[in-house]
């Protein structure tokens, strides 16, 4: 249904009334979002200031999710691209359970614990995000998490692909036998991976020697494990055969 005409002004109508409201209308508006994107990182956390940010991000029909794009949206704001490990810290810090969505609880009890309350805060506290990771308590902690975090809530296992995408995270630039495990589950026959074996990747990550000469195969390890060494060790045995008779 389309507008009435507004009625045209006539002489003696107070329009330097109306442009001095409009000036002021607008100059408040520009004056709080000036203040908006200048919150200090020094100024006190406001839960209210928090959830107004939150529903930056939002949509009117969901508006207590922050969905997949608006989580592309916070990241831009933050300057970290989504798939960057400072994000499953923070979601680790949100007791977030589902990749890709914060609920506005999740937001809340995150955000109120690191006492950031606007994107200027948040780019302050990125590298301490990241410093988490260091804590070895604190990294088995967070590698957990990502078990569950990462695989569908409706399945008991995680399906390879994302296993190996949050290995490759999580461990792609700490362990050494990294790219060879990688390679172990592109030719295997493991469609999944379960949550015994995804902590036990992390210990043995942790605790083997480059040459695995301290792996005992009749240890109390996964048979993933077994299969891979016994792999490895094949492939080692390829190359120094073809190294030796040539």
């Not at 200048?38 to 991000?57: M, N, P, T, V």
């Not at 630039?173 to 949550?195: D, G, R």
């Not at 993933?224 to 190294?243: A, I, K, N, P, Y």
């Amino acid at each position: 249904m389309p507008r009435g005409k507004r009625r045209a002004p006539e002489i003696g109508d107070n329009m330097d009334g109306q442009s001095k409201r409009a000036r002021t209308s607008y100059t408040t508006i520009a004056t709080q979002q000036s203040s908006r994107r200048h919150i200090r990182a020094e100024d006190g956390f406001s839960q209210k200031r928090c959830l107004a940010w939150f529903h930056e991000y939002t949509t009117p029909d969901e508006p207590d999710t922050l969905g997949p794009d608006g989580m592309e949206k916070f990241c831009e704001d933050i300057g970290v691209e989504p798939e960057n490990i400072v994000m499953l810290v923070l979601a680790y810090k949100m007791g977030a359970t589902q990749m890709g969505f914060f609920s506005q609880q999740e937001w809340l009890k995150g955000l109120m614990d690191l006492e950031c309350d606007s994107t200027a805060k948040m780019v302050v506290k990125l590298d301490y995000l990241r410093s988490i990771l260091n804590d070895p308590n604190s990294f088995k902690s967070i590698y957990r998490y990502a078990y569950d975090f990462a695989k569908d809530s409706d399945q008991r296992s995680m399906d390879i692909l994302t296993a190996k995408a949050m290995l490759q995270l999580l461990l792609g630039k700490h362990w050494t036998l990294y790219p060879q495990f990688a390679q172990f589950l592109e030719q295997s026959k493991y469609k999944v991976i379960n949550k015994d074996q995804w902590c036990n990747i992390l210990e043995f990550s942790r605790t083997i020697c480059i040459d695995l000469s301290n792996y005992d195969i009749d240890g109390a390890w996964p048979v993933m494990l077994d299969e891979f060494v016994e792999w490895l060790r094949l492939q080692r045995g390829l190359v120094t055969g073809s190294s030796g008779s040539s």
